[in-house]
């Protein structure tokens, strides 16, 4: 069985993810929460083999929680759900250090075969996308006006997070104690936007996909 | 938060959620149908919803992107052409994106000149030779893999009067080379029950 929680403000969603998770048979719900506070104080006690966060939630986001809760307890793989469009999720994904992530769309993303295929272990994110991100994060050769806003040390943080590192991780690369890195996360997430944003387009568009062209 | 903020806000945080939910309803009562002679219904309808949440996003992303300053990615190209077609065509097409569209072309520069020219002149056939009342535009990115290459795809599909005897050779040519000097490919067929569909697809 592979044991999964859910983070979504909607009781309705849940519901619909309950019944859609748990038809498959080899799924089972251990825990759910409509509050991004409660979740992460939660989660590592179900200790899942698979959480799935919604990203923007009233009193937080899905991606601080999938990090605090890999800082505790790595081997609980997150997965984002999200309706913002795919450049945007791809980036909160990677923000949160989740596995990959999946939108809020009934056809063509199938959370069912994503869960199983996360629970095994597997990264849905595409190393050479990834990669891609990283890069322009590095490299960008117009700086964005949100990433010219960070200082060294939150660009480097930026950096460890698209590779996958956990906040524990970066804390022991840069010498800093965990909970700074956790201060440091949060403030990025609010300069970026990621916080209060709500769909959004805007952010990733500008981070990943400015066309030189234009 | 502004007037544009707010109603974003209110679709991404209310709307689309309870979209979501019903669909989720419905695909959960379908799926205890078994063959009932109601379930295709239940499906058509599971598609509709989706295919208006996606509408959402995009919706969503032309409030915001309206407000934006600054360089633009290809979905902000996208639908700047999309909405400028409003007008010759008659009715504002549906826009749909799947996969990480910015991302995936963010470096691919030559590419994105020759989609957005295809689709300027694909819409504009349209509104010459269609006269449609529904315009449906689809951009579809993949990303590749150890077995192969990614995929860009774009459709543009209308319920208007059809291919019927109409010459539309030259400005078809243009697009048919732009995809094959690429090493993809270009079809123009009828569309279901009326009208027509252009697809236009090129490794990336």
Redesign the interface.
């Known amino acids: 069985m592979i044991r999964v929680f859910l983070l979504d403000d ?1 009781e ?2 849940r ?3 309950v ?2 998770l748990e ?1 498959d048979g080899d799924i089972e719900v251990v825990g759910e929460s409509g509050s991004a506070q409660e979740a992460a104080r939660r989660i590592p006690a179900f200790r899942p083999d698979v959480m799935i966060l919604d990203a ?1 939630l009233p009193d937080g986001n899905g991606i601080d929680v999938c990090r605090d809760v890999r800082a505790i307890d790595s081997t609980i793989k997150g997965l984002i759900l999200t ?5 945007e ?3 909160a994904a990677i923000m949160a250090g989740a596995a990959g992530y999946v939108l ?5 993303t199938d959370l069912v075969d994503a869960v199983h295929r996360v629970a095994e272990g597997q990264s849905l994110l ?1 190393p ?2 990834t990669q ?2 990283l890069e ?1 994060i590095r490299h960008g050769v ?1 700086q ?2 949100e990433l010219a806003g960070l200082t060294d040390q939150e660009r480097r943080i930026l950096e460890f997070i698209a590779e996958g590192l956990t906040n524990r991780e970066i804390a022991g690369r840069m010498f800093l104690a965990e909970k700074t890195v956790k201060n440091y996360v949060s403030s990025l997430l609010a300069k970026l936007g990621l916080e209060r944003r ?5 952010l ?3 981070l ?7 | 938060m502004n007037e544009r903020d707010r109603i974003a806000a209110d679709l991404h945080d209310h709307i689309i959620q309870r979209l979501f939910a019903a669909g989720l309803a419905l695909q959960g009562a379908a799926a205890r149908m078994g063959g009932h002679p109601v379930a295709p219904r239940v499906a058509a309808v599971i598609d509709d919803l989706d295919d208006t949440i996606a509408q959402i996003r995009s919706t969503i992303f032309a409030i915001q992107h309206a407000a934006a300053k600054g360089p633009q990615g290809l979905r902000a190209r996208v639908l700047e052409l999309v909405t400028e077609s409003a007008g010759p065509l008659g009715c504002t097409p549906a826009l749909r994106f799947s996969g990480p569209v910015d991302t995936l072309l963010a470096d691919a520069g030559d590419v994105v000149d020759d989609l957005t020219a295809v689709l300027r002149e694909s819409l504009s056939n349209v509104a010459r030779h269609a006269r449609a009342g529904r315009v449906e535009v689809d951009l579809i990115v993949e990303s590749g893999d150890s077995d192969g290459p990614g995929r860009l795809t774009m459709q543009v599909c209308d319920d208007g009067v059809g291919l019927g005897a109409s010459t539309r050779s030259s400005g078809t040519a243009n697009l048919r080379h732009r995809a094959e000097h690429r090493g993809g490919t270009f079809t123009l067929g009828p569309n279901t029950p009326s009208g027509t569909c252009l697809k236009w697809s090129v490794p990336i």
């Open positions: 909607h309705v969603v519901r619909g993810l019944d859609l038809a923007r309706s913002y469009e795919d450049d999720a791809l980036f809020k769309q009934i056809r063509g595409d050479a996308v891609r991100v322009r117009e964005p006006r709500t769909q959004a387009a805007v990733a568009t500008r990943l996909g400015e066309h030189p062209h234009t």
